[in-house]
């Protein structure tokens, strides 16, 4: 069975700083991950996703992430935050078959002015 | 499309009473998903549904919980008796078929906040 570990339960950073949030995977077949953002009172929206291909990939509001299958990590990165990405971050994965997504505890990135 | 519907948003509930919990998924979804958040344990799936068919209810926490899907454009998820522990945010989420195998991303509803009293 596959599940997520995010490490970071809050993560503090400074306005314009860059954040990297973490997000290691266990499976023992091919994965498809996702990171979403969920911001206050809200359902989750979808940042990105790795299905196939390039390991870097790009997302909205700037955000982009890394698959590294040797290290098994997926990783979220943004060179610059701005307050507005205050929000809570969750890392996915699910594979082909299943079609079960399961979700990471979750990352609370706070961006301080 | 209006995205994926949930109703109520709030529900406040004594103990020992039925909640049901509604969910409108995007029109042509094959995949329909129930997951509870709380504090303490984030995201949990629930269930999920492919086809109005239930394909793994594993995530259900006991026999008080029960999902239906009767219908392509409409699920359920019941909590009878409720209790205080089972106070949460309920999320509904769907997702397209994927097809050739290739994972696509969920789309989830705002959320029903439920309260056990």
């Known amino acids: 069975a596959q599940s997520v570990t995010q490490l970071d339960s809050q993560v503090p950073v400074f306005e314009e700083a860059p954040v990297e949030l973490r997000c290691n995977y266990s499976s023992s077949v091919s994965v498809y991950l996702f990171w979403y953002v969920q911001y206050p009172n809200q359902g989750l929206q979808l940042l990105l996703k790795?299905?196939?291909?390039?390991?870097l990939v790009k997302g909205i509001n700037g955000f982009e992430a890394e698959f590294n299958k040797s290290q098994t990590s997926f990783h979220l990165r943004k060179p610059s935050v701005h307050i507005s990405d205050t929000a809570e971050y969750f890392c996915?994965?699910?594979?082909?078959?299943?079609?079960?997504?399961?979700f990471g505890t979750g990352t609370r990135l706070k961006v301080l002015a | 499309d209006a995205g994926v519907i949930q109703s109520p948003r709030h529900e406040v509930t004594e103990m020992g009473q039925e909640v049901t919990l509604r969910c409108k998924p995007i029109s042509g979804h094959d995949y329909l998903f129930w997951y509870r958040q709380t504090m303490m344990r984030g995201l949990e799936l629930l269930i999920y549904f492919n086809n109005n068919v239930p394909i793994d209810d594993s995530g259900m926490p006991e026999d008080r919980f029960s999902a239906k899907m009767p219908n392509a454009s409409f699920s359920t998820l019941k909590i009878q008796p409720s209790e205080p522990r089972d106070s949460a945010v309920y999320f509904c989420?769907?997702?397209?078929?994927?097809?050739?195998?290739?994972?696509?991303?969920?789309?989830f509803g705002q959320g029903t906040r439920l309260t056990v009293v």
């Open positions: 996915a994965v699910t594979t082909s078959g299943t079609y079960k997504y399961i």
């Open positions: 790795y299905l196939s291909g390039s390991t």
């Open positions: 989420a769907s997702s397209p078929s994927p097809g050739t195998g290739v994972g696509t991303e969920a789309f």
